[in-house]
């Protein structure tokens, strides 16, 4: 086993050697090519937008969250939609007109004159992954004790039952925690108020000109420091307790690794970039609406790690963006595309059944996903010998010689 760890390190090394800069240059240069590349002839019309792309970030953002959940530890979660919930509501509390009963500002990018409590978005994202971080423990505890498929349907019940707090949440024993079905809104913009006054950096994202960009460039630093963080958990000690926890949990135990802390801090890390997307994608659309946080959701992020392949940190990076541009982009293109052929056939409303079709095809053709973790890819191309007991060699020695005797 120390020469597969071994082995898998050096192609991870030689992977990345190139994959990381060759990511960071496309995803800095594409909002400024993006016009160009759009008039194209064929694959023009298929280009996402730079608006597109913050949204296919977020997700993607959630995938790599729920990746250390159900890749590194291997709990299989189905109600992770309730920390998109939290980190969207947390903005919406901390950085809106919601609370209008008092008037605070703190480094915010609106007129001091409204009311509500208006913390700048900075603080509020750090904010938000901090009390998603305590939801997830607070989930965590009471259901970390199952295994398999108990803690499936328990993670699923909470998957519903958030959705139906958010929407009835406005007379939460008597106060207006959630504002119901009308949800909060507006959501204050990210914006750099201290640095307006160089010029280049805007006040306000949502009034800026290049509003898109500036939005795409923060998303994107925000899946590059969460894709960090997934690689430097995955290779700590944290790490490595996780990976024996999936590959056998009463071997780990018996080893030393104490299941429910490990356990949690899975589900605690993993609800935290989970609410720093729920709260930056929440400023983008400016608004947490119930209808957005259905269960679906929790089922389409688990989509995209089982496409990328679990356990792997670009794997699923490529998975969740796929699904994404598919999901908010280019079903509906693909659609147009064909009823301009002259066919009656609208792929959006087929989407979670198409959505179906890939993952059965990838179990068939490529189960271990796009871009297996290393450890899964050696293990199904070398193998794992184990060497034999010795009574077993002993024996076949005796019967080849025996066989040799006659």
Known sequence: ??????????????????????????GIVYPFVEEGLRNLPVIGDFMPTTGTLVVMIAFTMMAVGLNIVVGYCG????????FYAVGAYTAGWFASQHFEQVTFHFGSSVDNDQVGIHVTMWVVLIFAGLLTMLAGIVIGLPTLRLRGDYLAIVTLGFGEIIPQVVRNGDSFGGFNLTNGTFGIAPIDPVGFPI?????????????????ERWYYLIAFLLLLFTIFCSVRLRDSRLGR????????????????????????????????????AGAYY???????????????????????????????????????????????????????????????????????GIYGIIIVLMMLFRPAGLIP????????????????????????????????ND
């Open 1 to 26: 086993m120390t020469g597969l760890a071994e082995r898998a390190k050096e192609l991870r090394g030689n992977r990345n050697a190139w994959l990381v800069p060759a990511m960071i240059a496309l």
């Open 75 to 82: 709990l299989l979660d189905l109600g992770y939609v309730a």
């Open 195 to 211: 640095l307006s006054s160089i010029g280049f950096f805007p006040d306000n994202f949502q009034t800026s000109d290049n509003r």
């Open 241 to 276: 307790a996780w990976i024996a926890i999936r590959e056998d949990e009463t071997a780990a135990a018996a080893m030393g690794v104490p299941l429910m802390r490990t356990k949690t801090w899975a589900y605690a890390l993993g609800a935290f970039f989970g609410g720093v």
């Open 282 to 352: 929440a400023s983008f659309k400016s608004g947490a609406f119930p209808a957005d946080f259905y269960f679906n959701i929790s089922v389409f992020l688990l989509c995209m790690v089982i496409l990328g392949g679990m356990g792997s940190i670009w794997g699923v990076t490529i998975g969740g963006l796929i699904l994404a541009y598919l999901n908010f982009s280019g079903l509906s293109t693909i659609g147009s595309k064909i009823q301009d052929a002259g066919l009656d056939f609208d792929p959006t409303k087929y989407q979670f």
């Open 373 to 404: 973790e290393r450890r899964h890819k050696i293990e199904l191309e070398e193998g794992v010998h184990d060497t034999p007991f010795y009574d077993v060699q002993t024996e076949g020695a005796l019967t080849d010689r025996d066989r040799g």
